[in-house]
């Protein structure tokens, strides 16, 4: 049943993603912000999820290891900075990491707040 | 591939599929929770912004193609299926090892793929599911911060260490990965 669980969070996770990604081609072509919106975003949801005790175990496992596993990505958070880099946007390179790191992480440690 | 092609290739009723389910699991959930509101107010924010651009692209292109999002389904889901059976493997409670291993791996995969299927005559549904569904299913970000978060107060320069490997070892990987899948392209132009 977990497995049945994950397998669907993280499926609609990566067509939520996916569709964000779309969005986020036409409104700021060139630039891998969707993919760092989505990023924070998911690390909130995380931090909600995690931090709600109350959850039952199966639905924690659909959200938390499913949805905001499956909507989150580092594969691609690593190859758009590899891609600044090799088109010499170094200093997109380093605001992308930098933000995408501290707002990841002021995101999931909000939301473990707001929930705890 | 085209890229451009995928690009612009039919972004809608899975966009809209994947919303609805979005918001529909968020208003659920948060009907069930003192936290109710900010869930909701998230889950709403969240809805409006797939909503406009639901919208915009169904004006803009109207041949949508539903493969598009049935493929990326499938493969988030056997990726982050993967993901929980390499956790489950190892049997790392705290998400580290697990995590670290899956984001490195991912990282390397996708930046060949993604440099490989450029000029390659992959079809772009596979290379879609591939990229987008499978590996980036297989990796995580929020799990990586979640962790990060919940382990800094009690070991601060293990969690900083392990934070940092992730960056600069993805990095590392994305970059060599890249420069391996066009490696790849260039033998196989050179074969034909």
């Not at chain 2, 995928?6 to 968020?26: P, Q, Y």
Request: hydrophobic share 55%; proline share 2%.
């Amino acid at each position: 049943m977990i497995w049945l669980m994950i397998g669907v969070g993280a499926g609609t996770g990566a067509l939520c993603r996916y569709a964000v990604t779309m969005a986020g081609k036409r409104w700021w072509p060139e630039r891998p912000i969707a993919t760092m919106l989505i990023n924070i975003a998911g690390a909130f949801a995380a931090g909600l999820v995690s931090g709600w005790a109350p959850l039952p175990v199966l639905a924690r496992s659909l959200l938390l290891v499913g949805v905001c596993g499956g909507f989150t990505t580092f594969s691609t958070f690593a190859v758009d900075m590899a891609i600044l880099l090799r088109n010499r946007r170094w200093s997109w390179t380093v605001v992308y990491a930098a933000s995408s790191m501290v707002f990841g992480l002021l995101a999931a440690w909000l939301g473990l707040l707001l929930t705890a | 591939m085209n890229l451009q092609k995928v690009t612009d290739a039919g972004k809608l009723f899975f966009i809209s599929e994947s919303a609805m389910t979005f918001a529909a699991t968020m208003t659920i959930v948060s009907l069930m929770t003192p936290a109710a509101r900010v869930m909701t107010r998230a889950a709403g924010v969240f809805s409006f912004f797939i909503m406009k651009g639901m919208v915009k692209n169904m004006i803009m292109d109207k041949t949508a193609r539903r493969g598009n999002g049935v493929v990326v389904f499938i493969g988030g889901a056997a990726g982050g299926l993967a993901r929980y059976g390499l956790n489950w493997v190892i049997g790392d409670t705290s998400g580290f090892l697990g995590t670290m291993a899956e984001n490195l791996v991912g990282s390397f995969l996708l930046a060949w793929l993604t440099a490989y299927a450029v000029d390659s005559d992959w079809p772009d549904r596979l290379v879609l599911g591939l990229g987008t569904g499978v590996l980036g299913g297989f990796t995580t970000f929020s799990t990586l911060m979640l962790a990060t978060v919940s382990h800094l107060g009690r070991a601060p320069l293990q969690t900083l260490g392990f934070l940092l490997v992730n960056l600069v070892g993805g990095l590392v990987l994305a970059v060599t990965g890249y420069a391996w899948g066009f490696r790849g392209t260039t033998r196989r132009e050179g074969a034909r």
